[in-house]
């Protein structure tokens, strides 16, 4: 199944600041999704990346706070925009597709001060 | 939206005892996946269950995809201190590419 890569593996960053987190896949896959664990928490689904075209996103996450991006399929991007430290989480990239399920990445470890 | 009710929510107990884990949702789902989380890792997958009633070992791992398509269970025989960690089941509507739905996590503690 599919091999997948975070970066960067973990993040200290100030309120106020964004960070951007890569997910490289080292294959083609058909769906991305970017997920969120809050501490001692489940992962949530933060969105869907689709490939060319906007991401799809669940309720109560929005793309001025979680731009994403996808310009092929081994490649997505996630920002979290203007932090705060409610935003220290676990960020997780999953891919899907024929012949993978449910593989994910490593994570981002984000804490916000 | 989606629920899915994990239970127990931790458990601690000795090695070599068996261990049960179950989820159940109030919807069908397609498939059910299940989980095991590391401190400072992503989840690694398990298992996966794709048609109803089938039961499906991996090692001493056994689980089955309930007959109702509501719930699923996680059986680990003869625990080892490895099997420490917090174990996900998740739920998937319809093929494969579809978003996951996971449940609360349970932490697994095995003393030796």
């Known amino acids: 199944s599919a091999v997948i890569s975070q970066k960067p593996s973990r993040d200290i960053c100030q309120r106020g600041t964004s960070l951007t987190i890569q997910c490289q896949v080292d294959s083609q896959v058909t769906m991305m999704f970017w997920y969120r664990q809050q501490p001692g928490q489940s992962l949530t689904l933060i969105a869907t990346?689709?490939?060319?075209?906007?991401?799809?996103?669940e309720s109560g996450f929005v793309i001025d706070k979680f731009p994403i991006s996808r310009p092929n399929l081994t490649f997505s991007t996630l920002t979290v925009s203007n932090m705060s430290p409610e935003d220290s989480s676990i960020y997780l990239c999953?891919?899907?597709?024929?012949?993978?399920?449910?593989?994910f990445g490593p994570g981002t470890r984000l804490l916000v001060l | 939206g989606q629920q899915l009710n994990q239970s127990p929510q931790s458990m601690f107990i000795q090695e070599g005892e068996d261990v049960s884990m179950n989820c159940t949702s109030s919807?069908?789902?397609?498939?059910w996946l299940w989980y095991k989380q590391d401190p400072g890792e992503g989840p690694v997958l398990l298992i996966a269950?794709?048609?109803?009633?089938e039961l499906t070992s991996n090692g001493r791992l056994t689980a089955q995809f309930g007959i109702t398509r509501k719930d699923s269970f996680l059986n680990i025989s003869a625990s080892i201190p490895s099997d420490v960690g917090i174990y996900f089941c998740a739920g998937q509507l319809g093929n494969a590419g579809n978003m996951l739905t996971f449940g609360g996590g349970t932490r697994l503690m095995v003393k030796p």
């Open positions: 919807s069908i789902f397609n498939t």
């Open positions: 269950l794709y048609k109803a009633g």
């Open positions: 999953s891919v899907d597709g024929d012949t993978t399920v449910g593989v």
């Open positions: 990346a689709n490939q060319g075209s906007e991401a799809t996103y």
